[in-house]
């Protein structure tokens, strides 16, 4: 299945977090911080007063609160305005 993005709305697959053992304790995923950063898998046609200036595999950096989560054939995406990153990595 395929999800395409409408209008300035981008898909990003986040990064996953890295997984913290301290003195043999394992944290589990709730406790773990949420990752900030992600790769786009998907943008929108952006909208009459804002082109769409991101691009699929673009590395971004976006807000600790900013999207929505989706799952989709298992894998957790995050669909947000392109006005929610903050920046492009590299």
């Known amino acids: 299945m395929t999800i395409?993005?409408?209008?300035?709305?981008?898909?990003?697959?986040?990064?996953?977090?890295?997984?913290?053992?301290?003195?043999?304790?394992?944290?589990?995923?709730?406790?773990?911080?949420?990752?900030?950063?992600?790769?786009?898998?998907?943008?929108?046609?952006?909208?009459?007063?804002e082109d769409m200036v991101l691009k699929e595999g673009d590395v971004v950096l976006y807000g600790k609160y900013a999207g929505t989560e989706v799952e989709l054939d298992g894998t957790t995406y995050l669909i947000m305005r392109q006005s929610d990153v903050l920046a492009v990595v590299g």
């Open 4 to 49: 395409k993005p409408l209008s300035d709305r981008v898909v990003i697959l986040p990064t996953p977090a890295e997984e913290v053992t301290a003195a043999g304790i394992i944290i589990p995923d709730s406790a773990k911080e949420k990752p900030l950063k992600g790769t786009v898998k998907a943008v929108g046609c952006g909208t009459k007063d």
